[in-house]
């Protein structure tokens, strides 16, 4: 991948989707649901403070972090989806 994201910027690649249901139904393409968690796969330098220093970014690449239904924007590259979304998108890191 060729993306270097900008300062508090994330570069997440979204989980699959679920195919079937906890009892066992498969679930038609038009019904399934975007999944609010992905990995880290690039992030930005991070976000300057009012005092001009560099604040370091709390998430890294191959973390798992849980984001907002409408966060980030879609991308495609090299055939591949990814999101790209600000740190502050980011709701909490999954251990």
């Known amino acids: 991948m060729n993306l270097k994201p900008l300062a508090d910027r994330v570069i997440v690649k979204p989980a699959p989707a679920e195919e079937k249901t906890k009892g066992g139904l498969y679930i038609p393409d038009t019904g399934k649901e975007k999944p609010m968690y992905g990995e880290v796969v690039a992030v930005g330098a ?50």
């Open 46 to 95: 991070g976000k300057m403070s009012d005092s001009g220093q560099l604040l370091a970014m709390p998430v890294k690449a191959g973390d798992k972090v849980l984001y907002g239904k409408y966060s980030g924007t879609e991308v495609s590259v090299e055939g591949e989806d990814y999101l790209i979304m600000r740190e502050s998108d980011i709701f909490a890191i999954l251990a």
